[in-house]
């Protein structure tokens, strides 16, 4: 019986070396450039954010005003740093989880390069004012097709690796994959037809805009975050998932509900009057999905301490996490119909909630799969632990700040725009002291980030530590016994997956 096992494994591992080998280039430049524009995203925010407290900053460059910075800021984190991480998870998972090779290398770096050619394109029409006006979707119009076409060429090989791939059980993370996967091109379409080829009503427009940012964020960004905790947490500690049960309902759950909110952002404006409130509930009730999944991943992790508190890939998903929890009660708190959602409907909260979500949440569990990710198609280890310890602590207490005192600044914001007594001019004294507090959290975290980004580069031209087998970076007693890159598979309902 040993003899076929050792065999067994002995094939397992040339062939996750061989998916591996094959994604190395594209998972690489996916994660540098989204580095690189996650850099530029937090280097714009700051700009925007000194604007918020000192209005005369840079004010006699046009391209640097703050109507034209501010989205600059927002579609850079989003397109350029967002939407590229995920594109490495999703490409690395879906061939792993597949078990088949990537065959399409070629393409999918074309098709990336045109990528970022749309985004640069998109931030400089932006910037010279340019821009569509519409949060979320303010590049202009001729780059939307650019980005849907190099889209379906980027993910095109991971509906192929999942149709071909052997029969057998389809894992968690793979629900949250192909569900992310199905779910962008048809908010994206939608979206961009009804408002640039069937131009409506402006209202009505600004509905479609309004549901498309809440689509984008709990129908897309949510769902690969997930998928990829779904596959930390039980590979890193090698302990199954704490709740099958919990998983199938968190992710049912996100797919009846997200899909719903969006339209509370039009509370109070001239569309049918149960629009808003629907938009507010259904918002609000991401909480259940939010907390199911959140519980799940955090109660897996937790079963194996000392891994969790090894393993830099374990800390920053189980920051994600934390990071899903307050935006689950954020979102309630935010959307209370007889207070709350008209009192911070027009200040610096709906900001802060965004950033908390693309950050706080979001990219604290990308920086995890890429901890995670790129040893493995670089076959070396990270130069220092130092560093990823730096970029950790840094990036959690930066957007602590960065989420909370715009959550918090927003509600006195909005308290300050209640007072009809006063000009409205006064309503800036109330949101200064959070903008520059915004500002200085911004520059902790730009700091890190260009550290990250250096890191990375340095990884990708193979610089790193030498080895065949990467493993954590601490040694560690309990938990996994083959590390990091221990590859059981646990198939089955119940229990972890791997590959």
């Known amino acids: 019986m040993s003899q076929p096992t050792s065999q067994s494994t002995e094939q397992d591992a040339i062939l996750r070396a061989g998916i591996d080998r094959s994604l190395r280039h594209p998972v690489m430049f996916f994660l540098t ?30 391209w640097l005003t703050y109507g034209r910075v501010f989205p600059a800021h927002v579609n850079a984190l989003v397109y350029g740093w967002g939407m590229q991480a995920a594109f490495a998870a999703i490409l690395w998972l879906m061939a792993r989880l ?23 394109l998109g931030v400089i029409g932006i910037l010279s004012g340019n821009g569509t006006g519409m949060p979320w979707m303010e590049f202009p119009s001729f780059a939307w097709p650019l980005l849907l076409i190099s889209y379906f060429a980027i993910v095109a090989g991971s509906f192929i690796q999942f149709r071909i791939r052997p029969v057998g059980h389809v894992y968690v993370s793979q629900w949250y994959l192909l569900a992310a996967l199905l779910w962008f091109p048809w908010i994206y379409v939608t979206s961009n037809v009804l408002l640039h080829c069937l131009p409506g009503h402006p209202v009505m427009g600004a509905g479609i805009n309004a549901w498309f940012r809440s689509a984008l964020l709990f129908l897309f960004f949510t769902p690969v975050a997930l998928g990829v905790t779904y596959y930390l947490a039980p590979k890193v500690t090698g302990r199954p998932v704490f709740s099958y049960s919990l998983a199938k309902f968190g992710f049912w759950s996100l797919a009846v509900i997200a899909p719903w909110a969006g339209m509370q952002k039009l509370a109070g404006a001239p569309v049918p009057y149960f629009l808003p409130y629907i938009g507010a509930a259904a918002t609000a009730l991401i909480f259940i999905p939010a907390c ?52 911070t409907q027009f200040t610096l ?5 965004d950033i908390l979500a693309l950050y706080g949440f979001f990219t604290l ?15 070396r280890e990270w130069i220092s632990r130092r560093l990823i310890k730096v970029h950790f602590y840094l990036s959690v207490y930066g957007i602590i700040t960065v989420a909370l005192v715009a959550l918090f600044g927003g509600t006195q914001q909005g308290l300050g725009q209640e007072n009809w007594q006063q000009p409205w001019l006064g309503v800036l004294d109330y949101a200064r002291p959070y903008a520059v507090a915004t500002t200085f ?4 975290i730009l700091f890190s980030n260009i550290f990250f980004f250096i890191h990375l580069l340095l990884m990708w031209m193979r610089l790193g530590r030498r080895s065949s ?17 221990g590859d059981i598979d646990n198939a089955g309902p119940g229990h972890a997956h791997a590959h």
Not at 441 to 444: D, H, N, Q, V
Request: proline content about 5%.
């Open 33 to 62: 450039s989204g580095a690189a524009w996650l850099a530029v995203s937090i280097f714009l925010g700051i700009i925007a954010s000194v604007k918020v407290h000192s209005p005369g900053f840079l004010s006699s460059l046009s």
């Open 469 to 485: 087998h990467p493993t954590l970076l601490v040694s560690h007693h309990g938990g996994n016994p083959h590390g990091e890159d």
């Open 98 to 120: 597949s078990r088949k090779e990537c065959t399409m290398v070629g393409s999918i770096l074309t098709a990336g390069h045109v990528w970022n050619l749309g985004i640069a």
């Open 365 to 379: 569990s990308m920086f995890g799969a890429t901890y995670f990710i790129v040893p493995r198609v670089t076959l």
């Open 441 to 444: 959290a911004w520059c902790l």
């Open 292 to 343: 199911a999944a959140a519980i799940n991943t955090l109660r897996t992790m937790a079963s194996a301490p000392e891994t969790m508190a090894a393993s830099p890939s374990l800390r920053f998903a189980a920051a994600g996490m934390a990071g899903l929890l307050v935006l689950a009660a954020a979102a309630v708190l935010l959307n209370l119909p007889g207070s709350t959602l008209r009192l």
């Open 349 to 353: 909260s709906g900001y802060g909630f």
